[in-house]
């Protein structure tokens, strides 16, 4: 499913931010990935939807080789990705439904599919009647349901989402995270940057630590292993 060997990434000013990683990842498992800022978490997400590109070393994503695609080949390996980010990037002038269906309209998926798959997310994440609210109209906890569905709604074998609690309340935290669970009980896999010491510790999944930009521990029924 995702496959990193001796990955390097250098920045321009020189700064190391990924230094010979090798992480494999499998269908259906659930990762968090922990680490302090700026050890290298940010640029091991980028690299799994090619925002950015490694140096070195073998990428492949979904069977894709990452590195060596062309850049009309991107979106492709984009359709199999859903990414969540921590403030949400929602449609400010786009209802819920319509911020959810553009998912689909991008790739031309036919009317009644886009109504029937964005119905279908807006169940799992509890929020069919507030379909024609407009993103300013709802909480925070709301707009990172959207976000989920709007990342979903195409049924992508990978889900990557980035702190995605990071701006929410403990209670509202967890019922993003129950929504994760019942994603990854269907089947996705789902890899996971957060911060959130008592989630992770709580979840006890797979956690992979990285510091200056190299891994440090990969443990399949791991914590936190930080101090707040």
């Given at each position: ?132 609210c407009f993103p300013n109209q709802l909480s925070g906890g709301e707009q990172q349901r959207v976000a989920i ?80």
């Amino acid at each position: 499913m995702i496959h990193m060997k001796d990955i390097m990434k250098t920045y321009e000013n020189g700064a190391v931010a990924l230094d010979h990683v090798n992480v494999d990842i499998n269908k259906g498992e659930f990762v968090f990935l922990v680490g302090s800022s700026g050890a290298g978490k940010s640029t091991f997400m980028k690299l799994l939807f090619r925002e950015v590109v490694p140096d070195s070393g073998i990428l492949t994503v979904n069977g894709r080789d990452v590195i060596r695609m062309a850049k009309s080949d991107v979106p492709y390996l984009r359709r199999g990705l859903g990414v969540i980010f921590q403030d949400y990037r929602l449609l400010p002038d786009k209802t819920v439904y319509e911020n959810i269906a553009f998912a689909m309209q991008v790739i031309e998926a036919p009317r009644r599919m886009i109504q029937r798959s964005v119905n279908s997310v807006l169940d799992i994440v509890g929020l069919r009647d507030k379909y024609r609210c407009f993103p300013n109209q709802l909480s925070g906890g709301e707009q990172q349901r959207v976000a989920i569905a709007r990342a979903i709604v195409n049924n992508p074998a990978i889900v990557i989402a980035d702190e995605p609690t990071g701006n929410l309340d403990p209670e509202t935290s967890w019922g993003i995270m129950d929504i994760f669970q019942r994603i990854n009980s269907s089947g996705t896999t789902i890899v996971m940057a957060t911060h959130d010491k008592t989630i992770v510790d709580a979840m006890q999944r797979r956690v992979i630590a990285i510091e200056n930009g190299r891994i440090v521990r990969d443990e399949s029924h791991g914590g936190y292993g930080y101090e707040d």
